[in-house]
Nanobody, 117 residues
């Protein structure tokens, strides 16, 4: 059974930084494309950033240039470095494996990021 465990969220002031981590167990991590998603209150979950098994990345328009996704296949982890955070980045952040445009596994608990002064 695949488990996704996100961590690293918290309260940060606008302009600050956070680094999120996701540990994946129970899957052959190295062959999966991975992604970070987020869901703000009252909104649908949206794709934030994705990274292929080969390391190619793409980003949502609103985070391009501020967020960086990376992966460590030896540790079965995917990370999201978030810089220049804005109040509109406030959301619960989730990771998942990705097949095409679809998330593959049951969602984890996510990690809450709050950007506020």
């Amino acid at each position: 059974q695949v488990q996704l465990v996100e961590s690293g969220g918290g309260l940060v002031q606008p302009g600050g930084s956070l680094r999120l981590s996701c540990e994946v167990s129970g899957s052959i991590f190295s062959i999966n494309d991975m992604a970070w998603y987020r869901q703000a209150p009252g909104k649908e979950r949206e794709l934030v950033a994705a990274i292929t098994s080969g390391g190619r990345t793409n980003y949502g328009h609103s985070v391009k240039g501020r967020f960086t996704i990376s992966r460590d296949n030896a540790k079965n982890t995917v990370s999201l470095q978030m810089n220049s955070l804005k109040p509109e980045d406030t959301a619960v952040y989730y990771c998942n494996a990705r097949w095409g445009n679809d998330a593959i596994y049951p969602w984890g608990q996510g990690t809450l990021v709050t950007v506020s002064s």
